[in-house]
């Protein structure tokens, strides 16, 4: 070996700073890096086409009477449902909040099951309108507030607590 070596540097997109700058022992190695790091670039824009044409082209599968569930907290676990009531286009649903009913669980303290009461507005929930966006594994949710999301309930009891 002569102790010779080869150095290759890179930029991505119009980044001033080099995304990598290496030095190789041997030239089949740089150009193997090179061809794997433009791959990965590739890899990664077909994977970012490939998400964006599944929002182009998703349709809710909710409709008027579905119930969505929202669970969120952070020492507590406050669970909200909702109602479909429009389906407004392709993935643009309005919503209102409906009441529930909470079961106490014998074995935790201020801890409980709550279900839906379908049809049940709240007297203070008004109308919202809210897109519908495509989930992992077929499924899909809304953002319902900055902190938190439904899904579709799937008919079983969710859990909740709460603090004196």
Not at 21 to 35: A, K, L, P
Not at 115 to 134: A, H, W
């Amino acid at each position: 070996m002569d102790g010779s070596r080869f150095y290759a540097m890179g930029y991505t997109g119009s980044s001033s700073r080099p995304a990598f700058n290496y030095s190789f022992r041997t030239r089949g190695r740089m150009e193997d890096y090179i061809t794997e790091y433009f791959q990965g670039i590739k890899s990664r824009q077909d994977r970012k086409n490939q998400e964006a044409e599944k929002k182009r082209s998703f349709v809710t599968t909710l409709k008027p009477g579905d119930i969505i569930a929202e669970s969120w907290g952070y020492d507590q676990t406050n669970v909200n449902f909702y109602q479909v009531i429009e389906v407004n286009g392709k993935n643009m649903i309005t919503i209102r909040e409906i009441a529930a009913t909470i079961t106490e669980s014998g074995n935790m303290s201020m801890s409980g099951r709550t279900v839906p009461l379908p049809g049940e507005f709240l007297k203070d929930s008004v109308p919202m309108r809210k897109k519908v966006l495509p989930g992992l594994s077929n499924g899909e949710y809304i953002n319902i507030r900055s902190y938190s999301s439904g899904h579709l309930w799937d008919g079983s009891p969710m859990f909740c607590s709460w603090y004196g």
